[in-house]
């Protein structure tokens, strides 16, 4: 077009017209007007030339694991997913393709296959094979990503898939008597196979090699009674490791005002510091200790003179317990826990109510040679009335202690000699405390108002226990996800219904899981795909009696028989028919 101008405009001025006359003028301007809209058109972008914009950003807006919305973690994922991450536009399908992972422990990727929907704004992502169950995966949205036209992604995306376990029966069905047998026996074991050779002593944990518990030696010394009498040992070989152990109680071991430390050496009995204030007297673990040691006097009551021997060396160690000085030497009415050689009461700690520490003031005021006054029961441990409760939970009355009952631990340890069964004194029916404290333990649980991974009627118990974090005492109000076997299988008197289920979801479902040379492993966390490898004395020892206490009552028979305890029972006005 510009060149017709040039040439027309060159044809006038051949005309040889003066554009100073009239008529070049006239003919000058003529042109103009004809070609002005003329060359207008021609400097005009030809539509078929690309028009250039700007990148288009993204960001990612959704993820979807099957139909359930992710936000930085799926927890107790199904292992056959179609996964949709919607996008804020149109992806590079291609980069998309090779920089989006699913990877299994967040290195291996997995075979997929991707689609797009929405435009190219959603990538559909379908592994090839189920996923490995109980396992961790990382699925990663890198921030080099791109959009159709090269936009950037806001940032980079990490999401945490942890999914869920394998549904198939593990083992199958036997009895559930068989099945108690089978618990009990391997939990038992644990004392049994992993004693201290010297002591016979419990240890602490698997793989504590020195360290020796006192309070866990106690609830192991209830197991073997109770092993004896499902003849998984002889009579014979029990008393015989009784009367080691009891040999090096009397003997070897360091006592403070006849108190032993939480922990101890198994082979030289000197005490293990706890922790650095905590190295002499742990009068709560040595109360455990002689709860089993006074069971085993009730139980070996024969004339045999190993037996006579037993009894009395449990005698000299039952008598050398100096409960009154706990109570700063008779100048409070509150029991201590702890007393150090080095830093006295450094730690402070009373005991008092509503916990784990019954039976530590049943024995200080059963004791025959150093008992302590009744007030240290009424106002120090029950101090005057305040230890109740009173609230429901659940629709359930809890009498005593915390909101929520607490960690079951409560409700085991002083439970494993004494009967709660129609058992009271001025402040709650014990009996009522206990199942009470199960059941909201359970229905919590069951509710899962924090929505923690795989909680249900059949996966319930919080306690003190291992967690993948350390160690920790999980209950309603301290909640981490976390599932402790002991809880409610230790459980088992008050709530057998509701611990049947627990038992035989921990077997036949999880047991590839938990089932191990010893029983139930310690602990486990779906939600962070974790199962311990530990074993505790504390956890294993209520699993064996309290088993056996809900099948026969034993161990609770054999404890409550004892004269001193019956008498020091009667001192804090408790009533139940086995004290008449």
């Keep these: 077009m510009l060149n017709l101008y040039i040439a027309l405009k060159n044809k006038v001025n051949n005309l040889n017209f003066s554009k100073h006359t009239t008529t070049g ?9 004809l070609l002005f809209p003329l060359t207008a058109l021609a400097c005009k972008k030809d539509p078929k030339d690309p028009i250039k914009t700007e990148p288009s950003p993204i960001q990612l807006v959704s993820v979807k694991w099957n139909q359930f919305n992710v936000y930085g973690i799926r927890k107790n994922a199904e292992v056959n997913p179609t996964v949709r991450l ?76 942890r999914t869920t376990w394998d549904p198939k029966p593990k083992f199958s069905r036997i009895p559930l008597n068989e099945l108690m047998n089978s618990v009990q026996q391997k939990s038992f074991d644990y004392f049994w196979d992993y004693a201290h050779p010297v002591s016979k002593l419990a240890r602490e944990r698997l793989g504590s090699d020195e360290t020796v518990t006192s309070g866990g030696s106690g609830f192991g010394i209830m197991a073997g009674i109770s092993a004896v009498s499902r003849n ?31 922990w101890l050496n198994g082979t030289t009995g000197r005490v ?28 070996f009551n024969s004339s045999d003179p190993k037996e006579v021997q037993l009894r009395a060396e449990i005698d000299s160690i039952w008598h050398r317990v100096d409960w009154n000085w706990f109570t700063k030497n008779g100048k409070e009415n509150t029991l201590y826990w702890h007393w150090s050689p080095n830093k006295g009461y450094i730690m402070n ?41 009173g609230k429901s939970f659940y629709g359930i009355k809890l009498p005593l202690g915390e909101d929520f009952g607490g960690p079951l631990f409560f409700s085991h340890y002083s439970f494993l000699g004494i009967n709660p069964k129609d058992l009271s004194d001025d402040y709650a029916d014990y009996w009522e405390q206990n199942r009470n404290h199960s059941l909201i333990n359970y229905e919590y649980c069951k509710a899962n108002p924090k929505n923690q991974a795989g909680y249900r009627d059949s996966m319930w118990g919080l306690t003190a226990s291992d967690n993948p974090w350390g160690y920790n005492a999980h209950s309603p109000t301290n909640d981490l996800g976390v599932i402790t076997p002991t809880a409610a299988l230790s459980a088992f008197p008050f709530t057998p219904e509701e611990s049947t289920k627990a038992l035989e979801f921990f077997y036949y479902t999880m047991g590839d899981l938990l089932w191990k040379k ?35 009552q034993l161990l609770w028979n054999l404890f409550t028989a004892d004269s001193d305890v019956k008498s020091g029972m009667k001192r804090l006005n408790f009533k139940a028919p086995y004290l008449n």
């Design 25 to 33: 003028r006239i003919l000058t301007w003529g042109l103009f007007l």
């Design 518 to 552: 010893y029983g139930f492993v310690d602990a486990f966390c779906v939600g962070d795909v974790w199962a311990a490898n530990s074993f505790l004395a504390i956890d294993q020892g209520p699993i064996v009696v309290m088993m056996e206490n809900y099948r026969t």
């Design 232 to 262: 998984f040992i002889t009579k014979t070989e029990f008393l015989d490791h009784m009367l080691t152990m009891t040999d090096f109680l009397w003997n070897k071991a360091q006592v403070f005002h006849g108190a032993y430390p939480h």
């Design 272 to 299: 293990i510091p706890f922790s650095p204030n905590d190295d002499g007297a742990d009068l709560v673990e040595t109360s455990y200790l002689i709860m089993g040691l006074l069971s085993a006097k009730s139980y």
């Design 349 to 389: 700690m009373p005991i008092r109510g509503w916990n784990e520490c019954l039976i530590t003031h049943v024995l200080a005021a059963a004791s025959p040679t150093h008992p302590v006054k009744t007030d240290v029961y009424h106002q120090g441990w029950a101090k005057n009335g305040a230890m109740k409760n």
């Design 86 to 161: 919607r996008f804020s536009n149109a992806l590079d399908t291609q980069l998309a393709r090779t920089t989006i992972k699913l990877k299994f422990n967040g290195i291996v990727s997995v075979d997929a296959r991707y689609s797009f929907e929405n435009s190219d704004s959603t990538l559909v992502l379908t592994p090839l094979e189920p996923l490995k169950y109980y396992s961790k995966y990382v699925l990663s949205i890198p921030n080099t990503l791109k959009s159709f036209n090269g936009g950037n992604i806001a940032s980079a995306s990490t999401i945490l898939i």
